[in-house]
């Protein structure tokens, strides 16, 4: 049996990681064709009931390697209704999406000596949850975050999914003055920010899955599969 999460960057499903030997590449085709998010079957979707509070108290998390956590912000969302916006509404099959119930979760963090501070939002459904979690990425100089990103988590998160993203440490808007210029990668004129930059690259991505994993098991109880 394949026991896959989910990696979304750059506006597509780029690679899931499985149990067994191999990797396998993944496209929207890959769940029946088009986008679709609601049509997507996941046989093991749990409801939750009462079983999952979203709440600040609720949120501990582990001791996490190079990070510092800053703040954790806890809000509940009930009867929400997602509006696909400039983006989502030029998806195939894109429509509101009513009642949804969900945990909305901000941390703020730094690495210690790096001067950054990074912000990975996080949502968690109350209503049910498929075992799953999915990260969503950016375009352009965006690491993530942003509307590109709230049109890709919405409809995900209502399938199931656990779903986080990142601004990996600067402006997370890919219509913004940063999506084509990135003066946030220097610290004076021809002078290189480098830890934003490795942020950007690769660091802020890597903390989004185990920040968003930790979110995740601390509100759910477990692990995702």
């Known amino acids: 049996m394949r026991e896959a999460n989910y990696c979304i960057s750059h506006l597509g ?5 499985q149990s067994d030997t191999g990797t396998f590449k993944m ?3 890959s769940f029946g064709g088009g986008w679709n998010p609601l049509g997507w079957y996941w046989p093991f979707q749990m409801p939750l009931g009462s079983t999952a509070t979203c709440s600040q108290a609720g949120f501990s998390l582990p001791g996490i390697p ?3 956590v800053l703040s954790i912000q806890v809000v509940e969302e009930r009867n929400y209704t997602y509006t696909p916006g400039l983006f989502g509404a030029g998806l195939p099959d894109s429509h509101l999406i009513p009642d ?3 945990c909305n979760v901000m941390v703020t963090y730094t690495h210690p000596g790096w001067h950054d501070e990074i912000n990975v939002n996080v ?3 109350t209503d049910s949850w ?3 979690f999915a990260a969503i990425g ?3 100089f965006a690491t993530g975050g942003g509307e590109i990103a709230e049109f890709l988590m919405m409809p995900i998160m209502a399938t199931g999914f656990a779903t986080a993203t990142t601004d990996g440490g600067h402006s997370s808007d890919v219509l913004g003055t940063e999506g084509s ?3 946030w990668a220097l610290t004076s004129p021809g002078n290189v920010n480098w830890p934003l930059l490795v942020d950007f690259a690769s660091v802020a991505l890597h903390d989004t899955a185990t920040i968003g994993k930790a979110v995740q098991e601390a509100f759910y109880g477990t692990a995702p599969a």
């Open 13 to 17: 499903l780029l690679q899931s990681s």
């Open 27 to 29: 496209s929207s085709d």
């Open 66 to 68: 190079g990070v510092s």
């Open 100 to 102: 949804l119930n969900f």
């Open 123 to 125: 949502l968690l459904s």
């Open 130 to 132: 498929n075992g799953r």
């Open 138 to 140: 950016g375009g352009v």
């Open 181 to 183: 210029e990135p003066s």
